[in-house]
């Protein structure tokens, strides 16, 4: 398996403190049956990413893991004006191992109208956005019919494995599992955080899917569609978005 999205990286953001607690997870990857990681530390108003620091961290780790995981570096990239502006002048720096594909964050308190356009501009220039973890955003799991257009209009969407255990709760797990089966979903990633809650695992969830949806499709998020984005390549698996009645749309002053 093929972990696009993960904070392994030590001293950076939210992840692990030393480099000891990486190389911690770095063997729960191995031994999980993970072969390739994305170090995507956090780029928001809390956490300042710095390309030339995190690859330098980088090297250190995949120096002292050896061959047997391959790591690369990517960012999560939360999207703020700062970043945007950021994003313009030096897009490859926080894509996933320098190539096209960017894991986006949204704020679970509003997603402005623009950002439509913003996605949009993002393709445009060669971009192509990966939404993380929706099933844990409120706004998107209430809204759902936007998060629907932009995947109609090319954008990818990435869910969490603990999501698919029922790790972040019921209704997060309902979600994920419903948008996979209505071909919203590109990808499953760990977003790991660490060894005790957090853990950079994903065989448990590759299992759920599989049982559920088939070997096939469990390969395509786990496996196939991770190593396309790793390498730079097109999706193999971009399922048709199953249609669905959109909610009457109330009216919003500030969001939407």
């Known amino acids: 398996m093929i972990d696009v999205h993960c904070h392994i990286l030590p001293g950076l953001d939210d992840g692990p403190d030393k480099i000891e607690e990486s190389l911690e997870m770095a063997e729960t990857a191995v031994a999980d049956g993970i072969t390739h990681v994305v170090a995507t530390p956090h780029s928001n108003d809390r956490f300042w990413f710095d390309f030339t620091h995190v690859r330098r961290l980088r090297d250190e780790l995949q120096a002292r893991a050896g061959n047997r995981l391959q790591i690369a570096t990517g960012c999560d990239f939360h999207l703020s004006p700062e970043n ?5 002048k030096q897009p490859r720096q926080f894509c996933i191992n320098q190539h096209g594909y960017l894991l986006v964050e949204f704020n679970e308190i509003s997603i ?5 356009r913003t996605l949009h501009e993002m ?15 409120v706004i998107l799991r209430t809204h759902a019919e936007r998060l629907r257009e932009w995947v109609r209009r090319g954008c990818f969407v990435q869910v969490t494995g603990n999501a698919i255990t029922g790790a972040f709760g019921a209704t997060a797990q309902q979600i994920a599992l419903q948008w996979i089966g209505e071909g919203m979903i590109h990808f499953v990633a760990s977003d790991a955080h ?57 009216k919003r002053f500030f969001f939407f």
């Open 194 to 250: 660490n060894n005790r809650n957090r853990p950079l695992r994903l065989q448990s969830a590759y299992d759920v899917v599989a049982d559920r949806f088939g070997e096939a499709q469990a390969r395509a998020l786990f496996v196939e569609n991770p190593r396309a984005a790793f390498e730079g390549r097109d999706l193999p698996y971009v399922p048709e978005v199953e249609e669905r009645l959109a909610p009457p749309r109330r």
């Open 123 to 137: 393709q445009l220039s060669g971009l192509r956005p990966i939404v993380t973890h929706p099933e844990r955003n």
């Open 84 to 88: 945007l502006a950021r994003l313009r």
């Open 112 to 116: 402005p109208a623009a950002m439509d």
